[in-house]
């Protein structure tokens, strides 16, 4: 954008969000260059809505205008998604960070897109609930972020990612309407599967501005078991004969040799591949590495190591 357009298309978008919630102060924008990924490229705007009214208007504004934008939340993309590399508007959700409603009894939540994924579970637990899409930078993404990149972590493995648990969205586009895709009661929606086709979509059709998530109880009590393999293969077939056994996976995360620490109570890492972390219903257990490390070298084959810790 030229100077004269950035000063027009800024003073349309104070006159929504108010003077303190956009800027183009060149070096402001360098904070909003980058997200975790290594690519990097400069906004000529950023917004700071308070609303999803004030979303809209903001997208209806570009779009008119014929401006890029590019949606930001927790700024943890991998692939460089909130990288605004054609420069435009960047909108960012730190405002819009409430999660509006806990409904224990139909196992629902709302929130906005700025709320932390941490969060959510940190709200419910009180309830003895949870939120289970838990990708490993849950406590900086956001349940935006999430849907926009259909995030996914240790608990797909049973329970699915984020599309598996959004009953629905509500959505700014670029004419500058609010539509709600889902809903609370999404299954008993008609037609096509809109929120479906939205989570994922990495704010390419919309800005998402409301959502609305399933909940789960939490496990009585979790068993947390550490297994150690010699070779890829045999730690992925461990994984899949895991799935038929009624102590099922409810949460798996693997580790590469490389990535283990290195330190005396990891001896075991040398004799590693693979580690497999399952986390399965019971009592809650940690590895003893130490120990079962011994043994793992010794015989060069899986083992598995646990230590039953309170939950
Ligand atoms: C250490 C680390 C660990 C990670 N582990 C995982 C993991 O286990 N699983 C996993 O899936 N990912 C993982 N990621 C990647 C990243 O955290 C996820 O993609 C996450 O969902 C991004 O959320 P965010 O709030 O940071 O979104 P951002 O990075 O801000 O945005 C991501 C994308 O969503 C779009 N977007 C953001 N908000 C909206 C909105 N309101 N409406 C429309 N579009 C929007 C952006 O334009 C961008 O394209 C990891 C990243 C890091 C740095």
């Known amino acids: 954008m030229d100077a004269a357009d950035r000063e027009r298309v800024l003073a349309q978008i104070r006159g929504v969000v108010g003077d303190r919630h956009a800027f183009a102060d060149p070096y402001e924008m360098r904070l909003y260059q980058y997200d975790a990924s290594p690519e990097t490229a400069l906004p000529d705007i950023v ?32 692939a460089g998604g909130t990288v605004p590399v054609e420069g435009g508007v960047v909108i960012t959700f730190a405002r819009m960070d409430r999660i509006l409603e806990i409904d224990i009894d139909n196992l629902r939540a709302v929130v906005q897109p700025g709320v932390v994924n941490l ?18 930078s849950q406590g900086a993404c956001t349940i935006g972020g999430n849907v926009a990149t259909n995030a996914g972590g240790p608990h797909t ?34 037609g096509y599967d809109l929120t479906g086709v939205l989570v994922g979509s990495e704010g ?32 992925s077939n461990a994984v899949s004969a895991t799935r ?66 309170s939950t």
């Not at 969060?119 to 490993?136: C, F």
């Open 119 to 136: 969060s959510l579970s940190q709200a419910l637990k009180p309830h003895g609930y949870y939120y289970v899409p838990d990708p490993s």
């Open 157 to 190: 493995l049973l329970y699915g990612v984020t599309v598996n648990h959004v009953t629905g969205l509500e959505v700014a586009l670029t004419s500058g309407e609010l539509v709600q895709v889902g809903g609370r009661n999404a299954a008993e929606a008609v």
């Open 204 to 235: 390419t059709m919309g800005v998402v501005t409301r959502i609305w998530v399933k909940i789960q109880p939490l496990p009585p009590v979790q068993k947390t078991l550490m297994a150690v393999y010699p070779d890829v293969a045999t730690a």
């Open 244 to 309: 038929s056994t009624p102590a099922r996976s409810c949460c798996s995360k693997s580790m590469a040799r490389q990535r283990l620490p290195r330190n005396s109570a990891c001896a075991w890492r040398k004799s590693a591949a693979r580690t497999v972390r399952p986390r399965c219903g019971s009592l809650a257990m940690r590895p003893n590495a130490r120990r079962s490390g011994k043994a793992a070298r010794e015989r060069s084959r899986p083992w598995v190591a646990f230590r039953p810790t």
């Open 47 to 78: 917004v700071i809505p308070g609303t999803a009214k004030e979303v809209a208007q903001v997208v209806k504004i570009c779009a008119d205008g014929g401006v890029p934008i590019t949606a930001r939340s927790g700024a943890s993309s991998l």
